[in-house]
């Protein structure tokens, strides 16, 4: 999400109107749940990209200040959420020993491959970093001197892997209103932007993932002032020839939920697909570090 400081203090001082009083409107169908994370670690926050495990039991997340986690969750009887186990945060390394720098550490996507490989996407210096493991050094995949003309702040804040390994990241903006996502590959060690996908009005790209069905799932989210956020996401079917059969697979009412960045998508014991989503709280104390979870129709 843009840090710039009069966005942000504007942003801040609307959502705390927005939560004073205010109260939530109901849940789409699906709705599972919403768990409140809250941890003892002054890092704690900022938290954009979220993986699961296939069992949903255990995860990784990432913060926009270059740091991570990873721990283990508790569910009940019904699946839902009573408990996050999970180490304290931890700086993600540059090529060398030390942490990234400051001005290049802010990530938004991860995904992981099926080895364990990490790869994070940042939106300030576009690019994307490999990790053999993410307390390990970064190396740099190739950057498309494209990655340069994106928005500052807005750039690769989505990133998902199928499971060939191919990559996929597409930025927040698209730089006009009515110009689609470009999303952007990567296989065979090169980059190229075989595909784009259609924009709608002031919902940005924020999250993505593959899912267990093969369909490519994209979170977005828009901000609507002193009512708060409103999240979208829509799935796709990925083939070499493009994204078809668009689905609204959930839209949350304004206010809500907070602001909801990462997404995991995964198969319930139940058989059904179900969606993981992370939110940043910005680092502000009137918002929260919330897990939302869905769980959509057969």
């Not at 109107?17 to 941890?39: C, D, H, I, R």
């Not at 993410?134 to 950057?143: F, R």
Request: aromatic share 10%; net charge negative.
């Amino acid at each position: 999400m843009p840090k710039r400081p009069l966005l942000a203090l504007t942003a801040a001082a609307c959502l705390a109107l927005a939560l004073q009083g205010s109260a939530s409107p109901p849940a789409p169908a699906g709705f599972l749940g919403s768990y409140e994370w809250t941890m003892p670690d002054d890092a704690f926050g900022g938290l954009s990209g979220i993986e699961l495990s296939a069992d949903g039991l255990r995860f990784t997340a990432i913060s926009d200040r270059g740091a991570w986690t990873a721990g283990t969750i508790t569910r009940d009887a019904q699946g839902r959420i009573t408990a996050i186990t999970a180490a304290p945060l931890r700086l993600l390394r540059g090529k060398g020993d030390g942490p990234l720098e400051k001005g290049r550490n802010d990530s938004e996507g991860l995904a992981i491959a099926p080895d364990g490989t990490a790869f994070v996407s940042f939106e300030n210096v576009a690019r994307v970093l490999r990790y053999a493991t993410l307390d390990g050094p970064a190396e740099n995949l190739p950057t498309p001197p494209e990655f340069a003309t994106l928005q500052t702040n807005s750039a690769l804040e989505a990133l998902a892997i199928a499971p060939d390994g191919t990559l996929y990241t597409l930025p927040e903006r698209s730089g006009r209103m009515e110009r689609p996502f470009p999303l952007w590959r990567f296989r065979n060690g090169t980059w190229d932007q075989p595909f784009a996908l259609r924009r709608d009005g002031g919902f940005l790209a924020v999250g993505a993932d593959i899912g267990p069905d093969g369909r490519f799932y994209l979170l977005e989210r828009e901000f609507h002032g002193i009512a708060g956020f409103a999240s979208r996401v829509r799935s796709f079917a990925l083939s070499e020839s493009g994204l078809t059969d668009e689905r609204t697979d959930l839209q949350s009412p304004t206010g809500l939920h907070d602001n909801l960045e990462g997404i995991s998508v995964w198969r319930g014991p139940d058989g059904a697909i179900r969606l993981t989503l992370i939110s940043d709280d910005n680092y502000n104390f009137f918002q929260t570090t919330e897990i939302v979870e869905y769980r959509l129709p057969d």
